[in-house]
T-cell receptor
Framework: NAGVTQTPKFQVLKTGQSMTLQCAQD?????MYWYRQDPGMGLRLIYY???????DKGEVPNGYNVSRLNKREFSLRLESAAPSQTSVYFC???????????FGQGTRLTVV | QQQVKQSPQSLIVQKGGISIINCAYE??????FPWYQQFPGKGPALLIA?????SEKKEGRFTISFNKSAKQFSLHIMDSQPGDSATYFC????????FGTGTRLQVFP
């Protein structure tokens, strides 16, 4: 049982480049989330999708876009990467909005 | 604006001791309070959780104490072991999960 799978695991971008982080879950969960983790800041919510076809902004959405492609997949796009977006990104899913979330292994992104 | 405040930032405990991590929240609409454990290079994993209609929940060596009137909850790790060395996050949920800033726990033999 794979759970939540994120790709890639590591990525280095130059300032201004774009990229998409992929996330897929095989637990038939309705809700999916993208977080970023920075030292001393905990995990901060970027965007979430309460159900297929809906997306909402979290605490730190600026500079990001998301797509809930289908029930399984939720992607995060950086249109023009900035050094401030250097972080570890985690995707998570939950059965619905008010149950525990299960996390992927993370994507370590460095923007130079 | 930090909706969930967590302390301490780091904690050093001797093997066999009790580790205590505290969290406070502001939004009274939060209705689910999980604790996550994260090892280096891994994603957070659910450790234990509580709902506000219960004042305490125990699972093995891990206990959550919940004080609804004070809007505070805490994690107690009894008989702490070196394998418990990790970062712990409290969180609160209503529609979406909001995390505290984390506590790095180190348990020395």
């Amino acid at each position: 049982n794979a759970g939540v799978t994120q790709t890639p695991k590591f990525q280095v971008l130059k300032t201004g480049q774009s990229m998409t982080l992929q996330c897929a879950q095989d637990m038939n969960h309705n809700s999916m989330y993208w977080y970023r983790q920075d030292p001393g800041m905990g995990l901060r919510l970027i965007y979430y999708s309460a159900s297929e076809g809906t997306t909402d902004k979290g605490e730190v959405p600026n500079g990001y876009n998301v797509s809930r492609l289908n029930k399984r997949e939720f992607s995060l796009r950086l249109e023009s990467a900035a050094p401030s977006q250097t972080s570890v990104y985690f995707c998570a899913s939950s059965a619905d909005r008010n149950t525990e979330a299960f996390f992927g292994q993370g994507t370590r992104l460095t923007v130079v | 604006q930090q909706q969930v405040k967590q302390s301490p930032q780091s904690l050093i405990v001797q093997k066999g001791g009790i580790s205590i991590i505290n969290c406070a929240y502001e939004n009274t609409a939060f209705d689910y309070f999980p604790w996550y454990q994260q090892f280096p290079g891994k994603g957070p994993a659910l450790l234990i959780a509580i709902r506000p209609d219960v004042s305490e929940k125990k699972e093995g060596r891990f206990t959550i104490s919940f004080n609804k009137s004070a809007k505070q909850f805490s994690l107690h790790i009894m008989d702490s072991q070196p394998g418990d060395s990790a970062t712990y996050f409290c969180a609160a949920l209503v529609d979406k999960l909001i995390f505290g800033t984390g506590t790095r726990l180190q348990v020395f033999p």
